[in-house]
């Protein structure tokens, strides 16, 4: 049995640990409210985007199917002759104490690499984040892994997400791999959480949706330069935007997962607290009790 001095000594430690977990819990509520406000924000963008890429990709798939023209289509939405080498983005965090977050995220990467592995696939990792590269280099040895720790530490940046789609796009461009796909977690909510897996590249749009007609109300709309070169130009800024989605999603769900872990050690920290308070009490008490007979007891031997 713990002596009163243990149990002092580990209540002590508990409260300091409290401390930390409620500290980092506030912090961690603080970030997600802001990531929440900046995805809001980017949605509307990104959906307006989608709706330009969609509707100008359309008119030029019409007007070259009715023969007005022939248009250049970039190689980034071209369906793919072959799909032999696959480059699989993963966003997962770069610290721990965030619950089952990463846990998630590796454990789809890992499926998903397996599958293609099966399949006679070559699979190439871009990770965003330590803690899923540093994982699948112990899983898969001499799997072509590349690892990028510190991004968007003080918050996503528009400008520093753009520095590693350009190169990941001229890649595809240069034949270096088939297809990219992204595994990200879909936020919901800071308790509700999806990991997907999507195609990135080749780009895939559904021009037959009604938001992309080229007529809305009365208006029409009208292009000053060629639209193919229009296209390859907003084709860039919707990928980017896509991908920039995914990244404001990976890290409100890490806040999300972060402060909930938190808020779970906390209450558990508080719980042990009560516990071991009540126990040392009923040590002390019994001590005392001890001690009081044992002074009656002499009292009456005098």
């Known amino acids: ?85 696959y480059r699989l983005v993963v966003f997962s965090s770069d610290r721990g104490l965030c619950g089952s977050y990463n846990a998630y995220v590796l454990r789809e990467a890992i499926r998903r690499i397996r599958e293609l592995q099966n399949a006679g696939k070559t699979v190439k990792v871009l990770a965003v984040g330590k803690k899923a590269g540093d994982s699948l280099r112990r899983r898969f040895e001499g799997l072509d892994i590349e690892v990028l720790s510190g991004v968007a530490a003080k918050g996503a940046d528009y400008q520093e997400l753009q520095e590693i789609v350009e190169p990941l796009l001229a890649a595809y461009t240069e034949g270096q791999y088939d297809v990219c796909e992204v595994i990200y977690t879909h936020f919901t909510s800071a308790v509700t959480r999806e990991v997907k897996c999507r195609q990135f590249v080749p780009f895939e749009i559904d021009t037959d949706e009604p938001r992309f007609a080229p007529k809305a ?19 860039l800024m919707t990928l980017t935007s896509v991908l920039f989605q995914n990244l404001l999603n990976a890290q409100a769900s890490e806040h999300g997962a972060r402060m909930t872990s938190m808020d779970n050690a906390t209450r ?35």
Do not use: H
């Open 1 to 85: 049995m713990a002596s009163l001095k243990e149990l002092r000594t580990r209540i002590g430690s508990i409260k300091s640990t409290q401390k930390i977990t409620s500290a980092m819990k506030m912090v961690a509520a603080a970030r997600l409210r802001r990531a929440q406000e900046v995805l809001a924000k980017s949605q509307t963008y990104n959906e307006n985007l989608l709706t330009v890429t969609g509707r100008l990709l359309r008119e030029m798939r019409q007007e070259q199917d009715a023969g007005a023209a022939d248009y250049f289509f970039p190689r980034l939405i071209q369906p793919v002759q072959k799909n032999d080498v």
């Open 217 to 235: 109300g009365e208006a029409f709309y009208d292009y000053d330069a060629p639209k193919d070169k229009i296209l390859v130009d907003v084709l």
């Open 268 to 302: 558990n920290a508080k719980e042990m607290i009560s516990k071991l308070t009540l126990k040392y009490n009923r040590l002390r008490q019994n001590a005392i009790t001890t001690e009081l007979i044992e002074i009656i007891s002499g009292a009456e031997a005098l």
